[in-house]
């Protein structure tokens, strides 16, 4: 893992014995931090979406296209890292390839759910 100053990057030590201790991956217990992941990611968007239109009305567009582009291009970089940025570091700063593996089978039930929930 890299390091600097011989610490490790987003490493916080009472954080992983919390989670080492209450949620064991080899229970049912680990799906609720992938719970609070998938609820966070909702309502960060949800927040995002409402700024994402004030900031682009504030832009005054001189036509609808340009408007709708903008708009949907903030959306979607915003989307994209939230979603996706705890999945980057398991992969590019973990390496941990099951871990990896684990996180994203667990998001596809719980968002899965979470659709047919809200629908």
């Known amino acids: 893992q890299r390091r600097v100053h011989g610490e490790r990057i987003f490493y916080i030590k009472p954080i992983s014995d919390f989670g080492h ?3 064991d991956p080899n229970t ?3 799906y ?6 998938v609820l966070v990611i909702q309502q960060l ?3 995002y979406r409402w700024i994402a239109g004030k900031l682009t ?4 567009h001189e036509t609808e296209h340009k408007y709708e582009s ?3 291009l903030k959306r979607f970089l915003f989307e994209a890292f939230d979603c996706y940025i705890a999945l980057f570091y398991l992969a590019f ?4 390839v099951t871990r990896l ?3 994203l089978v667990s998001l596809f039930y719980v968002d899965t759910l979470r659709r047919v929930g809200t629908e």
């Open 93 to 96: 700063f973990q390496m941990n």
């Open 101 to 103: 593996n684990t996180e």
């Open 28 to 30: 049912n217990w680990s």
């Open 21 to 23: 201790k209450w949620f």
């Open 70 to 72: 903008a708009l949907i």
């Open 32 to 37: 609720i931090p992938v719970i609070l992941h």
């Open 57 to 60: 009305d504030a832009e005054n």
């Open 45 to 47: 968007n949800a927040i």
